[in-house]
Nanobody, 125 residues
Framework: QVQLVESGGGLVQPGGSLRLSCAAAGFTLPYIAIAWFRQAPGKEREGVSCISGDDGSTYYSDSVKGRFTISRDKNAENTVYLQMNSLKPEDTAVYYC?????????????????WGQGTLVTVSP
């Protein structure tokens, strides 16, 4: 069964850091693009970051650029991370990873086929 599982969410103070993980099951990630999204209560889902499947190019929304970093686990090959630094209360949301399952696809992604269940990030004093 093909699935994505997010982990690493939690409660953190403003200015703090968290690292989210997106682990793949049923397939490996080396040439598969992964995107991170988030959805805050009462707001629409927002694209946060993406890593391409061809050359590993990375993309960030303006709201997180310079604070978040997306990367692949070079050893495990089935995990993508989202390192979140200098967190702000407005980063509070459920974070999801997703993929189109197309080998060597490039960001931004469309036709997202697989979504994780989400992990909650709460930034609060």
């Amino acid at each position: 069964q093909v699935q994505l599982v997010e982990s690493g969410g939690g409660l953190v103070q403003p200015g703090g850091s968290l690292r989210l993980s997106c682990a793949a099951a049923g397939f490996t990630l080396p040439y598969i693009a992964i995107a991170w999204f988030r959805q805050a209560p009462g707001k629409e889902r927002e694209g946060v970051s993406c890593i391409s499947g061809d050359d590993g190019s990375t993309y960030y929304s303006d709201s997180v650029k310079g604070r978040f970093t997306i990367s692949r686990d070079k050893n495990a090959e089935n995990t993508v991370y989202l390192q979140m630094n200098s967190l702000k209360p407005e980063d509070t949301a459920v974070y999801y990873c997703a993929t189109d399952l197309i080998v060597r696809s490039t960001c931004p992604l469309s036709n997202l086929e697989v979504w994780g269940q989400g992990t909650l990030v709460t930034v609060s004093p």
